[in-house]
């Protein structure tokens, strides 16, 4: 939903969108060392006029400036190093404190279960799982997940290369089989066009990919909103 003049930002109407990032350290940050792709979203969403409110357990510590007078919101559901496994173990318990979302951004999804050699079908079990407690949460939630943007190159060998590109296509299968008639999956391609120059080290973004990563996102977002 688009905000109005009227609207009055002390006691946001009901029907602002509540939207969760979720994942690992792609979503977490760790500026000034490497960039999430959050505040270059929320900047996006802040230019397009939207009512909005990012949600979630965790606060974003670094500094951001404001923009447009406004105070970046910190708030997400992204740890540095978890695995699928992790997330679905604690996920309920997010949900429970910072309520139900509106929108879940699943970002790089399995990421650090290839990172750290763990089984695929593990990975894939998890990440079906987490689907499964986000729809229980709220039967109209919508998911964007993503088809995760690769490593450096000389960082991606062969095994990683394969469990990566592995995951990509099963997560376009499994966004057909989860979805529902009230909480659809949807998929972002952060892959394709992603290069090395968008990264800060092996697999984390610099400024360029936060914005890559964000301007693709907001792409769905924009669609979505403007249906409310």
């Given at each position: 939903?688009?905000?109005?003049?009227?609207?009055?930002?002390i006691?946001?109407?009901?029907?602002?969108?509540?939207?969760?990032?979720?994942?690992?350290?792609?979503?977490?940050?760790?500026r000034?060392?490497?960039e999430?792709?959050?505040?270059?979203?929320?900047?996006?969403?802040?230019?397009?006029?939207?009512?909005?409110d990012?949600?979630?357990?965790?606060d974003?510590?670094?500094?951001?400036?404001?923009?447009n007078?406004?105070?970046?919101?910190?708030?997400?559901?992204?740890?540095?190093?978890?695995?699928?496994?992790?997330?679905?173990?604690?996920?309920?318990g997010w949900?429970?404190?910072?309520?139900?979302?509106?929108i879940?951004?699943?970002?790089?999804?399995?990421?650090?279960?290839?990172l750290?050699?763990?089984?695929?079908?593990?990975?894939?079990?998890?990440?079906?799982?987490?689907?499964d407690?986000?729809?229980?949460?709220?039967?109209?939630?919508?998911?964007?997940?993503?088809?995760?943007?690769?490593?450096?190159?000389?960082?991606?060998?062969?095994?990683?290369?394969?469990?990566?590109?592995?995951?990509?296509?099963?997560?376009?299968?499994?966004?057909?089989?989860?979805?529902?008639s009230?909480?659809?999956?949807?998929?972002?391609?952060?892959?394709?066009?992603?290069?090395?120059?968008?990264?800060?080290?092996?697999?984390?973004?610099?400024?360029?990919?936060?914005?890559f990563?964000?301007?693709?996102?907001?792409?769905?977002?924009?669609?979505?909103?403007?249906q409310?």
């Amino acid at each position: 939903m688009r905000e109005t003049p009227g609207d009055d930002p002390i006691n946001p109407e009901p029907s602002v969108t509540t939207i969760m990032p979720l994942g690992a350290s792609r979503v977490d940050g760790a500026r000034p060392i490497y960039e999430s792709y959050r505040f270059e979203l929320w900047k996006d969403l802040i230019d397009g006029g939207w009512s909005f409110d990012y949600i979630g357990t965790r606060d974003d510590e670094a500094n951001y400036p404001a923009y447009n007078s406004q105070s970046f919101d910190v708030d997400h559901e992204g740890r540095g190093g978890w695995t699928s496994g992790q997330i679905r173990q604690n996920l309920n318990g997010w949900l429970q404190q910072a309520g139900s979302p509106d929108i879940v951004l699943f970002s790089s999804p399995g990421g650090n279960d290839a990172l750290q050699n763990l089984p695929y079908q593990d990975a894939m079990e998890n990440i079906n799982a987490i689907i499964d407690l986000l729809q229980a949460n709220n039967p109209e939630v919508i998911i964007i997940i993503e088809q995760m943007a690769p490593g450096r190159t000389d960082f991606m060998n062969a095994e990683l290369t394969s469990y990566f590109n592995q995951l990509r296509e099963d997560i376009a299968g499994l966004a057909t089989a989860q979805s529902t008639s009230s909480s659809p999956i949807l998929i972002v391609d952060m892959a394709t066009g992603f290069t090395d120059s968008l990264l800060a080290d092996d697999v984390h973004y610099n400024e360029a990919g936060a914005i890559f990563v964000a301007d693709r996102y907001y792409a769905i977002l924009e669609e979505i909103l403007s249906q409310d």
